[in-house]
């Protein structure tokens, strides 16, 4: 995958897509996200390059509540690719 703006977009239009809203912010984050999950808000270090972002909103899907019916046949797709390639991660 690359580390373009264009992924970066894919990436958070998932989020928006599952009601989630993304911000970034200036804070102290060890692993350079907070999630709020009552409120459905990621909150990512905007002191990370386009690189860190995506890296992170990689990690970060997976463990989401993420509402794979109200994504668009684009974003299902790339879901499902971030999806295999934890699975793979995590064996």
């Given amino acids: 995958m690359k ?3 264009t992924t970066l977009s894919r990436l958070e239009d ?4 599952s009601e989630y809203t993304v911000r970034y912010e200036r804070g102290t984050f060890q692993s350079g996200w ?3 999950e009552a409120k459905k808000v990621v909150v990512l270090n905007k002191f990370l390059d386009i690189e860190g972002r995506i890296n992170t909103l990689l990690d970060l899907i997976p463990q989401l509540n993420i509402q794979y019916d109200k994504l668009t ?6 879901f499902e690719e971030i ?6 991660t995590a064996e």
């Fill in 3 to 5: 580390h373009t703006q």
């Fill in 14 to 17: 998932i989020l928006g897509e």
């Fill in 34 to 36: 907070c999630l709020l």
């Fill in 73 to 78: 046949h684009e974003s299902q797709k790339l």
């Fill in 83 to 88: 999806i295999k390639k934890s699975e793979i």
